[in-house]
């Protein structure tokens, strides 16, 4: 069994080689660079399997969000948090964190091919809003455009995005938009550079 790490915040996919199925041994794979027609049927389903999971964040999270907008758990359950936790075990911040993701990638789709590849890299760029609350559609396509142009070796991790999305958004508005999980914070940027400085 070999496990595909795909990044941090990544889903974790896992492949299964079935030995039987392997006809080229180590010494052969060594000195022949080409694949065979079963090679290459194999590495096709591998890496359809690897895509799946890669687009799997989006896929769940777009599939919640029209559960949740369309009342589609109303005939069973009460609230869409007693669906998430009860048909699928799944803690409210997480669903919505999911949900968060799948409304930053169709936001970032017009502007190019490259999008974030895991929850992980999308959730700073979920948590630029307005004052209101509402997603700065136009903040995030500028902050990510910033961290893919700036990653290190073509490497975006969600910590290189988190560090471009608050060099970016801070102070760009009188008022900065904190989202922890499904919760929002504001906070007068006065005081949270007043506090900045006493922990100096």
């Not at 609230?79 to 964190?97: G, L, S, V």
């Not at 990653?151 to 508005?173: C, F, L, P, Y």
């Not at 938009?177 to 006065?190: E, G, K, P, R, V």
Request: aromatic share 8%; hydrophobic share 35%; with cysteine.
């Amino acid at each position: 069994m070999q496990n595909a790490h795909l990044g941090e915040g990544a889903f974790c996919v896992t492949i299964r080689l079935v030995k039987s199925e392997r006809i080229v041994t180590l010494s052969n794979s060594q000195n022949n660079t080409s694949l065979s027609s079963l090679e290459q049927t194999q590495l096709s389903e591998y890496e359809s399997t690897i895509e799946r999971g890669l687009n799997a964040f989006i896929d769940v999270g777009n599939a919640l969000l029209a559960i949740r907008d369309d009342k589609l758990y109303r005939e069973r359950y009460i609230t869409f948090d007693d669906y998430c936790r009860e048909r699928w075990n799944i803690a409210r911040a997480h669903a919505y964190r999911l949900m968060d993701s799948a409304q930053v990638i169709g936001n970032l789709s017009p502007i190019g091919d490259t999008i974030p590849a895991n929850e992980a890299q999308a959730r700073p760029l979920a948590k630029l809003r307005d004052e209101s609350g509402v997603m700065d559609v136009e903040l995030q396509k500028q902050v990510w455009q910033e961290a893919v142009a700036t990653a290190r070796d073509d490497n975006v991790t969600a910590s290189h995005v988190e560090q471009v999305a608050r060099k970016i958004s801070w102070g760009k508005t009188g008022m900065v938009y904190w989202a922890h999980n499904t919760l929002t914070q504001y906070a007068d940027i006065s005081e949270i550079n007043e506090s900045h400085e006493e922990t100096k």
